[in-house]
T-cell receptor
């Protein structure tokens, strides 16, 4: 299995531009999570989906952030307009329904976002 | 609101010695705790976990201790090896699938 695939690996953009991050979860996994890693707050949960349905988006910082999961194999996290304080590493993770805890989360390699 | 806190951003130990990473939590509903390890340019990977009904779980060189009354857990690595150098995240979950993470502790094991 290729694991969780995120693209792009690096994104550099200017303030005010729209940014779209992409994630392909592991096939068969029912849960998909978006996390943001910053120096100050570590790994923050932004939103998670179960069977393509958003379950908890309370971690989404502002209305500028939105996430979709149109099908079981694809999710996007969009920031519009982007701001310098959005600069961080964004991780996508997936897990299977009823997983044992040592199988709980499989992370992608992350997208390093820099907003200038 | 940081429900899971790792107050030490970094730790440096000598190869062969014990590494102790600490984690505190505030949510008494958390019933499962995990440690993840992260190398540069990679996503975090699962390391070890513990249920709230236990106070200790051991896996090879790694042991996690849970003190529910103090809302504190720790990860012990004995003996520490240079390959253990990474960022370690403490995580917790409350009867659900969302998992809350701490800010991470960067461990450096010196040869």
């Amino acid at each position: 299995d290729a694991g969780v695939i995120q693209s792009p690996r690096h994104e550099v953009t200017e303030m005010g531009q729209e940014v779209t991050l992409r994630c392909k979860p592991i096939s068969g996994h029912d849960y998909l999570f978006w996390y943001r890693q910053t120096m100050m707050r570590g790994l923050e949960l932004l939103i998670y989906f179960n069977n393509n349905v958003p379950i908890d988006d309370s971690g989404m910082p502002e209305d500028r952030f939105s996430a979709k999961m149109p099908n079981a194999s694809f999710s996007t996290l969009k920031i519009q307009p982007s701001e310098p304080r959005d600069s961080a590493v964004y991780f996508c993770a997936s897990s299977p329904q009823g997983a044992s805890w040592n199988e709980k989360l499989f992370f992608g390699s992350g997208t390093q976002l820099s907003v200038l | 609101d940081q429900q899971v806190k790792q107050n030490s951003p970094s730790l440096s130990v000598q190869e062969g010695r014990i590494s102790i990473l600490n984690c505190d939590y505030t949510n008494s509903m958390f019933d499962y705790f995990l440690w993840y390890k992260k190398y540069p340019a990679e996503g975090p990977t699962f390391l070890i976990s513990i249920s709230s009904i236990k106070d200790k779980n051991e896996d090879g060189r790694f042991t996690v201790f849970l003190n529910k009354s103090a809302k504190h857990l720790s990860l012990h690595i004995v003996p520490s090896q240079p390959g253990d150098s990474a960022v370690y995240f403490c995580a917790a979950s409350a009867m659900g699938n969302d998992m809350r993470f701490g800010a991470g502790t960067r461990l450096t094991v010196k040869p």
